[in-house]
């Protein structure tokens, strides 16, 4: 497989403590990822680094061979990495076809915009029905569809996604699952994952890494990940249904 994303030796700190510990990952192209573990456990800061939000104490970043550390957010957005931030942060007064539209603010191509854009309400056919409608008014599972779908809109080849199924009714977390399965297969967007849901994470993505105190604690095979016995005890509650 190619390689897509290179994360390598990094540290990372906000102000005198340390966020990540000499921490290495990747992600080849056509895969879904999963990075598992405890808050505070550096997952969300490992995203942060990759879109330039927060910069490196030591180590690199590499995204197709070019490396991206020190390059500013916006630019890293128009290189193919888009990112979709925990909580659901829509534009509340805005209605959900200018939200989505807000995604695409880097592209030029208005007939590619177009058909993004009816793939999104496709794929997320409440959407379509609430098109005019104020983000706010949505509940917190079609929030969630509309910040995908808005990430979706800047035709990214790596798709971040940050807790997306925190805090949403658990019978709408299987339909976010499948969305960012569906997403990976049929759009070919490559996705890195970053869950508190172990066991939902660990299920519909091929390799996961399992973070503790801002290092890798395990990696492997998601399926292999599934049956251990140290990820069972940390983040399944035990025995796996």
Do not use: C, W
Request: a positive charge; charged letters at 25%; aromatic letters at 4%.
């Amino acid at each position: 497989m190619t390689a897509l994303l290179k994360f390598k030796n990094v540290e990372l700190y906000y102000d005198h403590v340390y966020a990540l510990k000499g921490v290495s990952i990747n992600i080849d192209e056509g895969e879904t990822v999963a990075l598992i573990g405890a808050n505070g456990a550096g997952k969300s800061s490992i995203l942060r680094a990759i879109t330039g939000l927060q910069g490196l104490r030591e180590g690199s970043i590499e995204y197709l061979g070019q490396r991206i550390d020190g390059i500013k957010p916006d630019k890293i957005v128009e290189m193919g990495i888009a990112m979709v931030p925990e909580g659901r942060r829509v534009f509340p007064f805005m209605s959900i076809k200018d939200n989505l539209m807000m995604g695409a603010f880097s592209r030029k191509d208005k007939v590619g915009i177009a058909q993004t854009l009816e793939m999104v309400l496709g794929r997320f056919p409440r959407l379509k029905e609430r098109y005019a409608q104020s983000a706010g008014t949505l509940s917190g599972g079609e929030q969630q569809m509309l910040v995908i779908g808005r990430a979706l809109m800047a035709k990214p080849r790596l798709l971040l996604l940050d807790e997306p199924s925190l805090g949403i009714a658990p019978k709408l977390v299987q339909n976010i699952a499948q969305s960012i399965v569906d997403i990976n297969r049929d759009e070919k967007v490559s996705v890195l994952l970053v869950e508190q849901n172990s066991r939902m994470a660990l299920r519909i993505s091929h390799r996961a890494y399992a973070m503790a105190t801002g290092a890798v604690a395990l990696s492997g095979l998601s399926k292999d990940l599934l049956e251990d016995d140290r990820i069972k005890a940390l983040y399944l509650g035990g025995e796996v249904s």
